[in-house]
T-cell receptor
Framework: ETGVTQTPRHLVMGMTNKKSLKCEQHLGHNAMYWYKQSAKKPLELMFV???????ENNSVPSRFSPECPNSSHLFLHLHTLQPEDSALYLC???????????????FGPGTRLTVL | DQQVKQNSPSLSVQEGRISILNCDYTNSMFDYFLWYKKYPAEGPTFLISISSIKDKNEDGRFTVFLNKSAKHLSLHIVPSQPGDSAVYFC?????????FGAGTILRVKS
């Protein structure tokens, strides 16, 4: 049990669908992250939230829309995705956003997304 | 442009032998390096780290070596066990940035 849960674990959607990924952390952390992992590529940081405020958006297309209603929950709303968006989407949390060197991130199991 | 590179997509090692996973980086601003381990259907979990002011850090069977002049680090696992079979990600940080490599699949054969 990593303390970070993600639902659903698998999702198949069409390009015209709207879906949401959910992440919940039970660790009392203040920072949460969305990453994308495509096959044979490094994890790509998508969004960072610190104390429920978005502090980083790494040039992610607007068809991905994050939401952080409180420090324990993070959503990724998906709309009109493309097949190349198929990937593993990982959520992570850390105590603070002040520095990742001594503040390791705890990852959820990920959502395997397939866009048809 | 990948700042953290793991050039070996996979590695196969016999149980009991040493596993050496390599990682190269290009950004001299990186000040901390981490290794994460990922099993199928699970998220990456933190394994071991090293500060840029050190050249070695050891934790049980896991040792990380850093060669700053070569911008190279490696993770040694000895002795390797079948349960070590996983994907290993190298990561590096500077400021608030955490940059990952693409991962190396380690298979430990019994």
């Amino acid at each position: 049990e990593t303390g970070v849960t993600q639902t659903p674990r698998h999702l198949v959607m069409g390009m015209t669908n709207k879906k949401s990924l959910k992440c919940e952390q039970h660790l009392g952390h203040n920072a949460m992250y969305w990453y994308k992992q495509s096959a044979k590529k490094p994890l790509e940081l998508m969004f960072v939230y610190s104390l429920e405020e978005r502090v980083e958006n790494n040039s992610v297309p607007s068809r991905f829309s994050p939401e952080c209603p409180n420090s324990s929950h993070l959503f990724l709303h998906l709309h009109t995705l493309q097949p190349e968006d198929s990937a593993l989407y990982l959520c992570a949390s850390s105590q603070d956003r002040t520095g990742t060197n001594t503040d390791t991130q705890y990852f959820g199991p990920g959502t395997r997304l397939t866009v048809l | 442009d990948q700042q953290v590179k793991q050039n070996s997509p996979s590695l196969s090692v016999q149980e009991g032998r040493i596993s050496i996973l390599n990682c190269d980086y290009t950004n001299s601003m990186f000040d901390y390096f981490l290794w994460y381990k990922k099993y199928p259907a699970e998220g990456p979990t933190f394994l071991i780290s090293i500060s840029s002011i050190k050249d070695k850090n050891e934790d049980g069977r896991f040792t990380v070596f850093l060669n700053k002049s070569a911008k190279h680090l490696s993770l040694h696992i000895v002795p390797s066990q079948p349960g070590d079979s996983a994907v290993y990600f190298c990561a590096a940080t500077y400021g608030n940035k955490l940059v990952f490599g693409a991962g190396t699949i380690l298979r430990v054969k019994s």
